[in-house]
């Protein structure tokens, strides 16, 4: 079964500043993907960034990018130029290849972006 | 393009009380998924759909059933509510690629308060 970690419940940061949400996961599977998702006070679910797991190169948004390491298992995400409207809780989520769409959230983490 | 549509958005209940929550896409997305979202706790699979008459249980299953007779609806029903149920729920929907990498797409979410 899968398992998804994210061992900082709350995290802050100043504007402008940057920030990384760490995240690790467990998996048999060899393919597989990964998800980092934003919920803001509205309470709706953004997807921010994904990540194929067969591929090396880390994934980049904007401002977001994430640190891929398979063998480690980690898969973290750094917020570069924080910006007030990045306060959010962010979820870390796993999904397997092969026909199953189920994704594995992690708990989250609350980062707060001050002025 | 209205995407995945909740309703309601708030709702209380009595013990003991049934309802059913609604979910709507319009992407004509083959997966759909129910999660509720406990504070500390992540999102945690309900119940999924693979397609139309077919469903399955996820991790959190108990009180809760589900049908698909359309593409379009995936609802969730509570046969007898109880106060543990008081969470926000969230509805998904996504393509079923085959790979496991389509985004799920989600919701506003729908906050159920079992008094």
């Known amino acids: ?115 | 393009n209205a995407g995945v549509t909740q309703t309601p958005k708030f709702q209380v209940l009595k013990t003991g009380q049934s309802m059913t929550l609604q979910c709507a896409q319009d992407m004509n997305h083959e997966y759909m998924s129910w999660y509720r979202q406990d504070p500390g706790m992540g999102l945690r699979l309900i119940h999924y759909s693979v397609g139309a008459g077919i469903t399955d249980q996820g991790e959190v299953p108990n009180g809760y059933n589900v049908s698909r007779s359309t593409t379009e609806d995936f609802p969730l029903r509570l046969l007898s509510a109880a106060p543990s149920q008081t969470s926000v729920y969230f509805c998904a929907s996504s393509y079923s690629s085959g790979t496991g990498g389509s985004p799920q797409h989600f919701g506003d979410g729908t906050r159920l308060s079992i008094l």
């Open chain 1, 1 to 115: 079964a899968q398992t998804v970690t994210q061992s900082q419940p709350e995290m802050s940061v100043q504007e402008a500043e940057t920030v990384t949400l760490s995240c690790t996961y467990d998996t048999s599977e060899n393919n597989y993907y990964l998800f980092w998702y934003k919920q803001p006070p509205s309470r709706q679910m953004i997807l921010v960034i994904r990540q194929e797991a067969y591929k090396q190169q880390n994934a980049t948004e904007n401002r977001f990018s994430v640190n891929f390491q398979k063998a480690a298992k980690s898969f973290s995400l750094k917020i570069s130029d924080s910006q007030l409207g990045d306060t959010a809780m962010y979820f870390c989520a796993s999904k397997t290849q092969g026909g199953s769409e189920k994704l594995v959230f992690g708990k989250g983490t609350k980062l707060t972006v001050n002025p």
